[in-house]
């Protein structure tokens, strides 16, 4: 079918992808749709066992998440959508439904229940147009299909599945893989629609979308008043969507009604909110947390009347906040998943108390916005008699008052403060302060998405000590409180200050004056106090690294020759050094007592930028890797970013000096006593040497298998660190001994590790200026396989013994770097 047609009907009109699936956004942009994208919040709690099918359970659960988004768009996003789109992709197997695993055990599961299996992979989809009847209520049409995918997976070994699962691939995916990615790996045959498995029918949709602008008014299309709209509860749920009635789908509006819509949407908004406002108040969501009542029940435990509240549980049906369902021959009222979830006193979500607070505080000063206008008083002066200024005043005289006021600050910034905290890049600020940061849910929102930050809340006495009431469950070191007057006193010294709960309420004179404090307390500039703070991770990371170096050169040179001795051309075989200490006692007695540091001031050199680049770039792959990630919530997701960041940070400072590394190897494989013996007489001559006999190409001998073993032994060097420290209780504050022990396991596993990489990219460096018959290997590939052949499995663990010991340095510049940071 041609699709431009179909599509060009859909201009002008604001069509909502009820999903955050990144596969399904890609496969509909594929296809020239234009969408914007609202993730649900539908939880997907539905009970399978209701279900007969398991297409059924998809279609069903797309259809919640498609309605949801419906409902809730007019009222937070304010503006309605014209067509909302839902899926929901499910893979079943022998009888069961099989959905995203839960942690990597539940992947294991799924998969090797798949294995050697035909299986099918069922997508529901759910396309919802909006409609607005005369009155304000809105209609819905939805058209529902889903489509069935057969696909047989490989008989898998258990070595092949956990190789599977480490990847990550499984754990956002139903049935826990992937077909697109390396999942397609484990597949013999796929019958049907391949992008089905991918997460979304493209071909049945475009036909179900052709049917919905081209058919005849007789269609697919079901209508679904806004005060029908239900939710999958219970069985008496299931039932109810089956008595909605089929008609045909309306004409499509033009900009100009598009327009008078929206108008309308802003003169209904009031009675949205003001029915939102009496339910919370008289407690209907409180007592409807249960199981559904009658209007009785609700009337008789509200201590309202019958015909009134009839009328309010409607209403806060026809604005998404009740389900009525009908159940043997009567009607019940239930809450929304959004009403449990946020209306709901008790729920750890709720915005109950800030809805109240707006009831009381809030609306009485909009209902005087036009008096205040026109005798430029504040809309505090003519609701409440006071001014923004006295009205504090009042919430700090009595305990109770404050509590109240407390709570409904504590409730916004619980359900606002990510988006808040995530909405800017705040990856050059260290130190924040939230001034009138009150019970400091906010500021453990800004930790959380900002690794690197630490927020002090600055509040009146009163309020830092009340906030003992909402203590956090988080125990975050990097959250401080501290008591004071802003506008009398000091403020705490930081780089960024959070104004966000206080402007509002100080008049034209306090707010110059507060911001006239700010301009004299805040540090020089938020960029040059970021430069500074740049600038000391990279003065603690050089100065720590060649303290330590100079202090293990000796080992680090006894650990080099024992690797790259059957690779030197001034070693015979006859003069091999047998071991550690063999190699400790020849080497004074053959080139002197000093030739212990011979490379050593390359090495210096070399690891002052390197580890100075790593620290500072590490913290920076840390914003993007570990932004927002909670470390006590999101264990595996925050060890995986710590890997990640430190592997980056490796690999990409080893870009810039790979070649002082190259020199260090070669000036300490340099085993000749006078300068006339030597191959080289100094990390100068060294590099011109290389340079004119082979290049560029010559200094970065064995780059590759380096970048394949710094990524490894970064990764585990400052991952395994970083998140074995982020697990203590206080880790800036951890003594110093902790942290070397610490540091100190984390080098000697990585080193081991990664030890093979070492040995193979230094025997590749010895090659360089070879020509001829004296190249011993012709690539990283062939060296590996001579030295397993030639020497054994061993050889590639040469020296490792002594690379423990000389990790002993590098756990020694981990710890000197946290403390060179505290000055």
Same mark, same amino acid.
């Given at each position: 079918?041609?699709?431009?047609?179909?599509?060009?009907?859909?201009?002008?009109?604001?069509?909502?992808?009820?999903?955050?699936?990144?596969?399904?956004?890609?496969?509909?942009?594929?296809?020239?749709?234009?969408?914007?994208?609202?993730?649900?919040?539908?939880?997907?709690?539905?009970?399978?066992?209701?279900?007969?099918?398991?297409?059924?359970?998809?279609?069903?659960?797309?259809?919640?998440?498609? %309605?949801?988004?419906?409902?809730?768009?007019?009222?937070?996003?304010?503006?309605?959508?014209?067509?909302?789109?839902?899926?929901?992709?499910?893979?079943?197997?022998?009888?069961? @439904?099989?959905?995203?695993?839960?942690?990597?055990?539940?992947?294991?599961?799924?998969?090797?229940?798949?294995?050697?299996?035909?299986?099918?992979?069922?997508?529901?989809?759910?396309?919802?147009? &909006?409609?607005?009847?005369?009155?304000?209520?809105?209609?819905?049409?939805?058209?529902?299909?889903?489509?069935?995918?057969?696909?047989?997976?490989?008989?898998?070994?258990?070595?092949?599945?956990?190789?599977?699962?480490?990847?990550?691939?499984?754990?956002?995916?139903?049935?826990?893989?992937?077909?697109?990615?390396?999942?397609?790996?484990?597949?013999?045959?796929?019958?049907?629609?391949?992008?089905?498995?991918?997460?979304?029918?493209?071909?049945?949709?475009?036909?179900?979308?052709?049917? @919905?602008?081209?058919?005849?008014?007789?269609?697919?299309?079901?209508?679904?008043?806004?005060?029908?709209?239900?939710? &999958?509860?219970?069985?008496?749920?299931?039932?109810?969507?089956?008595?909605?009635?089929?008609? *045909?789908?309306?004409?499509?509006?033009?900009?100009?009604?598009?327009?008078?819509?929206?108008?309308?949407?802003?003169?209904?908004?009031?009675?949205?909110?003001?029915?939102?406002?009496?339910?919370?108040?008289?407690?209907?969501?409180?007592?409807?947390?249960?199981?559904?009542?009658?209007?009785?029940?609700?009337?008789?435990?509200?201590?309202?009347?019958?015909? *009134?509240?009839?009328?309010?549980?409607?209403?806060?049906?026809?604005?998404?906040?009740?389900?009525?369902?009908?159940?043997?021959?009567?009607?019940?009222?239930?809450?929304?998943?959004?009403?449990?979830?946020?209306?709901?006193?008790?729920?750890?979500?709720?915005?109950?108390?800030?809805?109240?607070?707006?009831?009381?505080?809030?609306?009485?000063?909009?209902?005087?916005?036009?008096?205040?206008?026109?005798?430029?008083?504040?809309?505090?002066?003519?609701?409440?008699?006071?001014?923004?200024?006295?009205?504090?005043?009042?919430?700090?005289?009595?305990?109770?008052?404050?509590?109240?006021?407390?709570?409904? %600050?504590?409730?916004?910034?619980?359900?606002?403060?990510?988006?808040?905290?995530?909405?800017?890049?705040?990856?050059?600020?260290?130190?924040?302060?939230?001034?009138?940061?009150?019970?400091?849910?906010?500021?453990?929102?800004?930790?959380?998405?900002?690794?690197?930050?630490?927020?002090?809340?600055?509040?009146?006495?009163?309020?830092?000590?009340?906030?003992?009431?909402?203590?956090?469950?988080?125990?975050?070191?990097?959250?401080?409180?501290?008591?004071?007057?802003?506008?009398?006193?000091?403020?705490?010294?930081?780089?960024?200050?959070?104004?966000?709960?206080?402007?509002?309420?100080?008049?034209?004179?306090?707010?110059?004056?507060?911001?006239?404090?700010?301009?004299?307390?805040?540090?020089?500039?938020? %960029?040059?106090?970021?430069?500074?703070?740049?600038?000391?991770?990279?003065?603690?990371?050089?100065?720590?690294?060649?303290?330590?170096?100079?202090?293990?050169?000796?080992?680090?040179?006894?650990?080099?020759?024992?690797?790259?001795?059957?690779?030197?051309?001034?070693?015979?075989?006859?003069?091999?050094?047998?071991?550690?200490?063999?190699?400790?006692?020849?080497?004074?007695?053959?080139?002197?007592?000093?030739?212990?540091?011979?490379?050593?001031?390359?090495?210096?050199?070399?690891?002052?930028?390197?580890?100075?680049?790593?620290?500072?770039?590490?913290?920076?792959?840390?914003?993007?890797?570990?932004?927002?990630?909670?470390?006590?919530?999101?264990?595996?997701?925050?060890?995986?970013?710590?890997?990640?960041?430190?592997?980056?940070?490796?690999?990409?400072?080893?870009?810039?000096?790979?070649?002082?590394?190259?020199?260090?190897?070669?000036?300490?494989?340099?085993?000749?006593?006078?300068?006339?013996?030597?191959?080289?007489?100094?990390?100068?001559?060294?590099?011109?040497?290389?340079?004119?006999?082979?290049?560029?190409?010559?200094?970065?001998?064995?780059?590759?298998?380096?970048?394949?073993?710094?990524?490894?032994?970064?990764?585990?060097?400052?991952?395994?660190?970083?998140?074995?420290?982020?697990?203590?209780?206080?880790?800036?504050?951890?003594?110093?001994?902790?942290?070397?022990?610490?540091?100190?396991?984390?080098?000697?596993?990585?080193?081991?590790?990664?030890?093979?990489?070492?040995?193979?990219?230094?025997?590749? %460096?010895?090659?360089?200026?070879?020509?001829?018959?004296?190249?011993?290997?012709?690539?990283?590939?062939?060296?590996?396989?001579?030295?397993?052949?030639?020497?054994?499995?061993?050889?590639?663990?040469?020296?490792?013994?002594?690379?423990?010991?000389?990790?002993?340095?590098?756990?020694?510049?981990?710890?000197?770097?946290?403390?060179?940071?505290?000055?």
């Amino acid at each position: 079918m041609v699709l431009r047609p179909v599509i060009s009907k859909l201009h002008g009109k604001l069509v909502v992808l009820a999903s955050g699936s990144p596969r399904r956004q890609e496969i509909l942009t594929n296809i020239g749709l234009r969408f914007e994208v609202v993730p649900s919040w539908f939880k997907e709690t539905l009970d399978k066992a209701l279900f007969k099918t398991p297409h059924e359970y998809a279609v069903e659960t797309a259809k919640q998440k498609a %309605m949801e988004v419906a409902r809730r768009m007019p009222h937070k996003h304010l503006k309605k959508p014209d067509v909302v789109i839902g899926a929901d992709t499910v893979v079943t197997v022998d009888g069961l @439904i099989l959905e995203k695993p839960v942690d990597k055990q539940d992947a294991y599961c799924m998969l090797s229940r798949l294995s050697g299996k035909e299986h099918s992979v069922f997508t529901g989809v759910v396309i919802v147009i &909006c409609h607005e009847r005369e009155g304000g209520e809105t209609e819905h049409e939805v058209v529902d299909f889903y489509e069935e995918t057969k696909v047989k997976f490989a008989e898998l070994s258990e070595e092949m599945l956990w190789e599977y699962i480490n990847s990550g691939e499984p754990m956002d995916k139903a049935g826990g893989y992937g077909i697109q990615a390396l999942g397609g790996m484990l597949v013999e045959y796929v019958q049907g629609d391949f992008l089905n498995v991918v997460g979304f029918p493209v071909n049945h949709f475009c036909k179900q979308l052709g049917k @919905i602008y081209n058919s005849s008014p007789e269609s697919h299309a079901r209508k679904i008043p806004q005060s029908n709209i239900t939710a &999958c509860d219970g069985p008496c749920t299931i039932a109810n969507y089956g008595n909605f009635n089929s008609v *045909g789908p309306e004409g499509t509006k033009s900009n100009t009604e598009g327009f008078s819509h929206s108008i309308v949407e802003l003169l209904d908004g009031f009675k949205a909110s003001k029915t939102l406002f009496v339910a919370t108040k008289l407690g209907v969501f409180d007592v409807l947390r249960g199981s559904g009542l009658t209007v009785d029940e609700v009337a008789n435990r509200i201590h309202a009347s019958l015909l *009134g509240t009839e009328r309010l549980l409607d209403a806060a049906v026809s604005v998404g906040l009740l389900h009525k369902l009908k159940c043997e021959e009567k009607y019940v009222y239930r809450n929304t998943e959004q009403a449990r979830q946020f209306l709901v006193s008790d729920s750890p979500l709720s915005l109950h108390a800030y809805i109240l607070h707006c009831n009381d505080v809030i609306w009485p000063q909009f209902t005087q916005l036009e008096s205040a206008v026109r005798e430029g008083t504040t809309p505090h002066e003519r609701a409440l008699g006071k001014n923004s200024e006295k009205c504090q005043d009042v919430y700090l005289k009595k305990d109770e008052v404050m509590i109240h006021f407390m709570k409904a %600050m504590h409730s916004i910034a619980n359900v606002t403060g990510r988006d808040v905290a995530t909405a800017f890049n705040l990856s050059h600020f260290r130190t924040a302060c939230d001034v009138g940061g009150c019970t400091g849910a906010m500021a453990y929102e800004f930790t959380k998405a900002h690794p690197e930050l630490s927020v002090i809340v600055f509040d009146l006495p009163a309020v830092i000590e009340m906030r003992s009431h909402f203590q956090s469950k988080e125990k975050d070191s990097r959250v401080s409180f501290v008591a004071g007057d802003f506008l009398k006193d000091d403020l705490p010294k930081a780089d960024l200050y959070i104004l966000a709960r206080i402007l509002h309420d100080l008049s034209d004179e306090k707010l110059h004056e507060l911001l006239n404090k700010l301009s004299k307390t805040c540090m020089p500039g938020a %960029m040059a106090d970021a430069a500074i703070s740049f600038a000391k991770d990279f003065l603690a990371g050089g100065v720590a690294a060649a303290i330590s170096k100079t202090a293990v050169a000796p080992i680090e040179r006894v650990k080099l020759l024992l690797q790259v001795q059957h690779a030197s051309k001034q070693i015979s075989a006859d003069k091999q050094y047998k071991g550690i200490i063999d190699c400790v006692v020849r080497i004074p007695k053959e080139q002197g007592f000093a030739s212990f540091w011979r490379g050593n001031l390359a090495n210096v050199i070399r690891y002052f930028p390197t580890q100075a680049l790593n620290f500072a770039f590490k913290d920076k792959y840390k914003q993007i890797f570990l932004g927002g990630v909670d470390k006590h919530t999101q264990f595996w997701r925050y060890f995986a970013g710590n890997l990640a960041s430190g592997g980056a940070a490796g690999a990409t400072s080893l870009c810039f000096v790979y070649p002082l590394d190259f020199a260090r190897t070669r000036l300490a494989a340099d085993v000749g006593k006078a300068s006339s013996s030597r191959e080289f007489n100094g990390l100068g001559d060294c590099l011109t040497k290389i340079f004119k006999s082979d290049g560029l190409r010559g200094l970065y001998q064995g780059f590759n298998v380096s970048v394949q073993g710094i990524i490894i032994y970064r990764a585990a060097y400052f991952g395994i660190y970083d998140t074995a420290k982020g697990m203590l209780p206080d880790p800036k504050n951890t003594h110093i001994v902790v942290s070397w022990m610490i540091a100190q396991s984390v080098t000697a596993v990585a080193g081991v590790i990664s030890y093979p990489f070492d040995t193979v990219r230094r025997r590749m %460096m010895m090659q360089s200026g070879r020509k001829g018959a004296d190249i011993m290997y012709t690539g990283t590939l062939d060296c590996w396989r001579k030295i397993a052949r030639d020497e054994g499995s061993k050889a590639f663990f040469k020296g490792a013994w002594s690379n423990v010991l000389r990790g002993m340095g590098g756990a020694f510049v981990l710890v000197l770097y946290d403390e060179f940071k505290k000055y």
